[in-house]
């Protein structure tokens, strides 16, 4: 009896994709499939742009058929820029294709947009040498953007209500993180004064508040209220946003763990029992006793810290310092090679790394050495880091000197131990 089709049929001892014919190949000791057998023998011409037997590759990796050997690939000028264009026929050039099918798009999504200068404004954007004209997904991104416009143009009545407040306030800082290519743009179109601290302030005010709408529900609520208000109120300290986060952190935890709605009923029984679950807030609970002091009487304390042994502390800092230059020697990555420069820097001349971020082009001299922060802090850095100094840090740049995704916004702390801590 003879046998069916799909009993004829079997695996390729290649790829293992089931096939029913199959053929020799040089290479291979064994029948392949007729896939595999035409995989490396034939390939899409340079030349004609057909898909045909293969005869050889050029240098640059360009697939050449036997008809067209010897002969040199085809090229037109392109209609719009006057550019040698591959292929023959007169069709626009990459760059040009996508700028002429930007430009339909951007027409269609101006619909969107009603009062005048948001129009104009959106207009200019489109035509903007900032935008990335290479990238083949341009045409599907001036739909988003045209989102950020029309939010803008629903919300604002005219160009000089939008600065960095405004902006915060309509996108948020996940929105403003994604439409950064635009608040670019309108920071450099509407000279808008942009401050990273300030954009950094308004980010934590807004979790410190989301915190306590997720607490309000609860019967130790109103301390925390009374706490926030009382750290407010010591102008003295000037404490940023993010420390005073820790802080009602540290104490909201705290209060959890006790479940108590009275200051007076907080012991040190409480405080030692948290503090072995958490032995890393203690530091950021001591404000939050000295405010129970004040407004209870009660003395709770956290445990003394134990003094370290600072020989055994600078060695491994001397070692964790010869493992980053090391690293630093050897990378040839523009990313890594500023984080670790920074990382050594910080550590170094134990210098916080969000100041070291901070840095702009006033805060640095170079001469002999280079100076960070010159008629204040006049560090000096040594001679051995200068010549990596001078050649990771962006120092043409008249803003930050270790940019991020733009010119008004350094590289971010996560970028920088993203890069460290990596193997």
């Not at 007729?34 to 011409?45: G, K, L, P």
């Not at 306590?212 to 926030?228: A, T, V």
């Not at 790394?353 to 640095?364: A, F, P, S």
Request: proline share 5%; glycine share 6%.
């Amino acid at each position: 009896m003879n046998a069916g089709p799909a009993e004829r049929a079997k695996p390729c001892l290649n790829c293992g994709r089931t096939s029913k014919r199959f053929g020799r190949k040089e290479g291979f000791p064994y029948l392949v499939c007729e896939s595999c057998r035409r995989r490396q023998s034939f390939a899409t011409c340079h030349v004609c742009r057909r898909y045909r037997r293969l005869h050889h590759k050029t240098a640059a990796g360009h697939a050449i058929c036997i008809d067209c050997d010897g002969i040199e690939p085809a090229s037109h000028i392109c209609p719009d820029c006057g550019g040698a264009t591959p292929g023959s026929g007169s069709a626009r050039c990459p760059t040009c294709s996508i700028r002429y099918r930007a430009a339909r798009r951007a027409a269609l999504n101006l619909e969107l947009l009603e009062q005048p200068w948001v129009r104009a404004l959106f207009s200019e954007f489109c035509t903007w040498d900032g935008l990335n004209w290479g990238a083949g997904a341009l045409v599907a991104r001036i739909d988003r953007y045209a989102l950020v416009f029309a939010q803008i143009d629903r919300r604002c009545n005219a160009p000089s209500q939008l600065d960095q407040d405004c902006l915060f306030a309509l996108f948020g800082a996940e929105g403003l993180r994604r439409a950064h290519v635009v608040v670019t743009f309108l920071t450099v179109r509407l000279s808008i004064v942009w401050s990273e601290q300030r954009r950094r302030d308004k980010v934590e005010m807004r979790r410190i508040q989301n915190m306590l709408d997720q607490w309000s529900g609860e019967p130790w609520s109103h301390i925390i209220k009374d706490f926030l208000d009382a750290q407010r109120c010591e102008a003295s300290k000037c404490l940023r946003p993010k420390t005073l986060r820790v802080y009602i952190n540290a104490a909201s935890r705290l209060l959890a763990y006790a479940d108590l709605d009275d200051l007076v009923a907080l012991s040190q029984y409480h405080v030692d029992g948290f503090l072995r679950s958490n032995p890393g807030q203690a530091a950021s609970l001591s404000p939050f006793l000295r405010f129970v002091l004040d407004r209870a009487g009660s003395h709770l304390s956290t445990p003394t810290k134990k003094s370290r042994d600072l020989a055994r502390h600078e060695k491994k800092l001397v070692g964790n310092l010869q493992g980053l230059w090391s690293r630093l020697e050897k990378t040839n990555r523009l990313a890594e090679g500023r984080a670790l420069l920074i990382e050594i820097v910080a550590k170094a001349y134990q210098i916080p790394t969000d100041r070291i971020l901070g840095l702009t082009r006033n805060d640095v001299t170079v001469g002999r050495t280079v100076t960070l922060w010159p008629g204040h802090s006049e560090i000096e850095l040594v001679p051995r880091l200068t010549p990596a100094f001078l050649r990771w840090a962006a120092l043409e740049n008249h803003g930050y000197i270790f940019p991020g995704r733009s010119q008004f916004r350094p590289l971010s702390y996560d970028a920088v131990r993203h890069h460290v801590v990596k193997s």
